[in-house]
């Protein structure tokens, strides 16, 4: 069940919200948490109800595993069970992430045909598998009240946030579950919801989507030669990633806010950054907010130079690449990453600074040259993208402007993309408020005219759903 979908937004959202603060009317609160909860298993589960299972198991296990940190224990003892416990955590991980890419590997080395069973990678399984990491690592520390299993259970597998995040802490969210006052329908927060929901699914079904046949047939036919074609398939695929991600952010605050839970914020402009290490204090900020506080200051602390900062960076940035994917490319987008973010903290140490406007062209330049590493699945074609990028070799067809688009022109197929689209990401991108800017201030604007223009943008973006496809970030 897609955010962007007719039984999400028009069945399955409106029924639990309405059932929910029903149970909560008549101070049924503890069946109103199970209700919310089951809700949230069945909505993980109709994507596929094998990945119900997974998510189950893998919230007891380290229910039972954060339950023993309970007990007075030594602090040996109390190692032993974190560094098991994130030994089966990280295993499970790698297991499902890795298995395919191993398995071709293993297949190839013995010359035998890949016929392995059917491959379930389930959705969300890096979010939820660091969520619950972080969580034993707090209990550990002796950080965490113990929650009971219902609780526990919620927290992690809550449906707005399940399947690409944010990724939340226990503290952040399970007290907001347990507050009474939550409970009780709030007209503010469910304007505000509505107006996420509906600026989210625009994103994600009209602009997001309105790249996806350019961004496809360059893929399909292979355009990657000419410079103009390479040039405007880095410039989609930002855009594209960044409405994506961005529609699913807003979709899954709104969402939540229509229950009074508050998710921490995980997108913040970030292609208005004037460096790569801003850029990565605004982009998925709550993965980044993990990989600091769990990877990074615990590495920093035996820092004594910037050489070991450096490297300590270049760790984390790694272990983003493992993260992103099993491809070998995904990797080396993280390590580029991690050298860009090392160069800037040097710059930094010496107050080099460049004028805004430069800042930001010269890191949005980046990001598009950047691209190639995490949407293309081979060295080959990514260096044949960056080549023509850069005027080696490269091709150059004709382009011509036919009403609103632009018309690349090929010996296999003429491509096609829309200069409105361009225009109108672009300005959203690098002039308009974020959407958690207009939010606010659309909420303290609740009357007649406003409600209006929400509902016609509402049925508007309702009209692509039948276009709609997956969020990109399904797939972590």
Avoid at 362 to 386: A, E, G, M, Q, R
Wanted: charged share 10%.
């Amino acid at each position: 069940m897609l955010f962007n979908s007719v039984e999400y937004l028009l069945l399955f959202l409106p029924i639990v919200f309405i059932l929910y603060f029903l149970l909560n009317k008549f101070k049924l609160y503890t069946i109103a948490t199970i209700f919310l909860l089951v809700s949230s298993l069945y909505f993980y589960g109709s994507y596929k109800i094998e990945y119900v299972y997974i998510l189950i198991v893998s919230i007891l296990l380290n229910y039972f595993i954060s339950y023993l940190f309970k007990f007075n224990l030594k602090e040996t003892v109390k190692k032993i069970i974190l560094i098991l416990g994130l030994i089966v955590n990280i295993a499970i991980l790698t297991g499902f992430k890795y298995f395919v890419f191993l398995y071709e590997i293993y297949t190839n080395l013995v010359h035998q045909p890949f016929n392995a069973m059917e491959y379930i990678m389930p959705l969300g399984i890096s979010f939820f598998t660091l969520q619950q990491i972080s969580y034993l690592i707090d209990c550990y520390k002796g950080e965490v009240k113990h929650y009971n299993i219902i609780d526990y259970a919620l927290f992690v597998s809550f449906f707005p946030q399940l399947v690409a995040g944010p990724i939340v802490r226990h503290q952040e969210m399970i007290p907001q579950f347990n507050d009474k006052a939550k409970r009780i329908i709030n007209q503010e927060n469910i304007f505000i919801g509505i107006f996420l929901i509906t600026v989210g699914l625009l994103k994600k079904t009209v602009l997001a989507d309105g790249f996806s046949t350019f961004i496809d047939n360059v893929y399909r036919y292979n355009m990657y030669t000419d410079f103009y074609t390479s040039w405007f398939f880095g410039i989609s695929k930002v855009l594209q990633g960044y409405f994506d991600f961005s529609g699913y952010c807003d979709m899954a605050l709104g969402s939540a806010f229509l229950f009074n839970i508050s998710l921490p914020w995980n997108f913040n402009s970030p292609y208005k950054s004037q460096s790569i290490i801003d850029y990565w204090s605004r982009w998925n900020m709550t993965l980044v907010r993990f990989l600091k506080d769990y990877i990074y200051y615990p590495l920093e602390k035996g820092a004594k130079n910037i050489t070991a900062t450096c490297f300590n960076i270049m760790i984390v940035f790694f272990i983003y690449g493992l993260w992103k994917g099993s491809n070998p490319v995904n990797v080396v987008y993280g390590l580029l990453n991690g050298v860009l973010v090392c160069i800037n903290k040097i710059l930094m140490k010496y107050n080099f600074k460049l004028p805004k406007v430069i800042s930001i062209f010269i890191t949005f330049i980046t990001l598009i040259f950047l691209t190639p590493f995490i949407s293309i699945d081979n060295f080959s074609k990514t260096f044949t993208v960056l080549k023509s990028m850069v005027g080696i070799t490269p091709v150059f067809k004709p382009i011509v402007i036919n009403g609103c688009n632009l018309i690349f022109f090929s010996d296999i197929y003429n491509l096609k993309l829309n200069i409105l689209l361009l225009i109108v990401c672009f300005y959203l991108v690098f002039i308009s408020k974020n959407s958690n800017e207009l939010a606010i201030i659309f909420a303290n604007k609740n009357n007649t005219f406003y409600t209006i223009i929400l509902a016609v943008l509402f049925l508007f973006s309702a009209l692509f759903i039948t276009k709609s496809s997956e969020f990109l970030y399904f797939i972590f």
